[in-house]
């Protein structure tokens, strides 16, 4: 029997899914974490990660709900039990399309566009799944490590992210030509497990369970073996794991005035890792480089989906702000305002045709599950991510300069001068003052605040750098096509397609 037979067919324990304050209890673990110089005593409950915390609590929350239920969960053949949609593992294109939904639902009822909760992660297991044989070759138990964590985070519904990006120090030297602890390696093994020293950064591991950690490292020369070359799972509480935060985005002025920066934040963590124990159970591979350089080259191969799927619904946020700007003003019957909302749609549906395509024409993964198509997939992503800065500054223009020169809420509600913004803010009878000034705040944190800005660098880096983007389209595009169709018209001789 195929491991994805005995995920399906032999359950270890009974399934579940969290309801939101049992995932708010899980996160209070006694792990250490800073932000703004302040240790944080509960992270639920913390000013910086409260709105955050909340929105993933929701979200678990949701699949317990009637009318949510549905959508966010699927019915265990097995067990008779209700599990996640997100971290279910496609066999088909259903599955997929059913994950769509589930992110788009989610976002719908936040109300923002959130990327790290978690299903966005799961695929990356999947794909070191898909590398289990060559996994094996280096230690057999690589690989029932790895099938032990996929159907652990299937049976507990555990908030599980992704870590990879180094401090990175000086990249024209080795890592051990200065303070080796620039990029994350193992300094020691033991009969337990493996000393890890180092740092990585890590979008929401503050509120997380557990993180795959991975190596950045791509051109590791005629290394064969590496303490660099080292991928495992982290509990976020583990000892000497500490979580150095960037400042949050919430409490800089008022919700009122910054719905989705104080709403929506993902607050980013350096996790420094200060002689951390990695049981040998919970690493996934180690030392071996060919095995590290396959791993980075493949790990998007599902994950990219659910990435790019959020960006879709960014050009959405845009599209519905540009809009209802234009039709308040009048504008929205001139074609060059049209024309500007039409390139927000090409835009948009560019990402959905990818995306369409991808599981149109997804195909089997080496260990049996469906995998989008690889190239329309990563050709989506260079499309989306590429795109973005253009689109926010068009989606700027059909907005109008008034959103970054709006007074703020508090002079909507002072009785000195509520009436004159009354009077300078009602556009006509279907949009009050009140309305006017939402959409303009709102507008205005999606397209010019410091977290607008923040979600503009994050998507263009979040899964690789753009460079890696391009190269990882040029690995995947099938160029046989368009050489014989060269070789014919040209009349070239059968060597020039060796």
């Not at 209802?324 to 909302?341: C, F, M, Y």
Request: net charge negative; glycine share 6%; hydrophobic share 40%.
């Amino acid at each position: 029997m195929s491991f994805i037979e005995d995920i399906e067919c032999l359950i270890w324990r009974v399934c579940m899914l969290r309801t939101g304050d049992e995932y708010r209890e899980s996160i209070r673990d006694g792990r250490e974490v800073w932000i703004d110089g302040e240790k944080v005593t509960d992270v639920p409950s913390h000013p910086a990660f409260k709105p955050i915390v909340d929105i993933r609590a929701r979200i678990y929350d949701m699949a317990h709900e009637e009318a949510h239920q549905e959508a966010m969960s699927y019915v265990d053949e097995a067990t008779g039990e209700r599990n996640c949609i997100g971290f279910k593992l496609p066999h088909t294109q259903a599955d997929w399309q059913a994950k769509r939904q589930a992110i788009k639902r989610i976002m719908y009822d936040v109300g923002a566009v959130v990327t790290r909760v978690g299903d966005e992660t799961a695929g990356e297991m999947w794909s070191l799944y898909d590398g289990s044989d060559m996994l094996n070759k280096v230690d057999p138990r690589f690989g029932a490590n790895i099938e032990r964590h996929i159907q652990r985070v299937l049976e507990t519904d555990t908030f599980h992210v992704s870590a990879n990006t180094d401090p990175k120090g000086d990249r024209s030297k080795r890592p051990q030509d200065q303070d080796p602890d620039m990029l994350l390696h193992a300094v020691k093994e033991t009969d337990e497990g493996i000393i890890v020293r180092g740092a990585k950064y890590e979008t929401a591991a503050a509120y997380a369970n557990q993180a795959f950690v991975k190596p950045t490292i791509a051109n590791w020369g005629d290394q064969e073996l590496s303490d660099y070359a080292l991928g495992f799972i982290c509990p976020m509480n583990a000892p000497g794991l500490k979580h150095i935060c960037r400042s949050g985005f919430a409490g800089r002025g008022s919700a009122e005035d910054y719905p989705l920066s104080n709403r929506a934040d993902e607050i980013d963590t350096l996790l420094v890792f200060d002689n951390v124990l990695i049981p040998w159970e919970d690493v996934l591979f180690y030392q071996h480089t060919k095995a590290a350089t396959f791993i980075r080259g493949t790990l998007h191969r599902y994950s990219a989906l659910a990435f790019v799927e959020r960006i879709q619904h960014i050009a959405d946020l845009m599209i519905g702000t540009a809009l209802h700007n234009v039709r308040q003003t009048g504008l929205d019957s001139q074609q060059a305002v049209r024309e500007k909302i039409a390139q927000l749609i090409c835009y948009r549906e560019g990402i959905d045709a990818h995306l369409t395509a991808a599981i149109a024409m997804a195909e089997p993964s080496p260990n049996g599950l469906l995998m989008p198509n690889q190239s329309f997939l990563y050709t989506g992503r260079v499309h989306a991510c590429s795109q973005l800065p253009a689109m926010m500054h068009i989606a700027r223009e059909l907005c109008g300069g008034q959103i970054c020169v709006t007074p703020s809420a508090a002079d909507f509600a002072n009785p000195d001068t509520q009436p004159w913004l009354e009077k300078f803010y009602s556009v006509n009878e279907r949009w009050s003052s009140g309305d006017r000034r939402r959409l303009l705040a709102f507008g205005r944190d999606l397209l010019n605040s410091d977290y607008a800005g923040h979600k503009v660098t994050f998507q263009l880096f979040a899964q690789s750098p753009p460079f890696a983007h391009l190269n990882t389209v040029y690995n995947n595009f099938d160029f046989e096509g368009p050489l014989s169709f060269v070789k014919k018209a040209a009349g070239l001789s059968d060597r020039v397609m060796d």
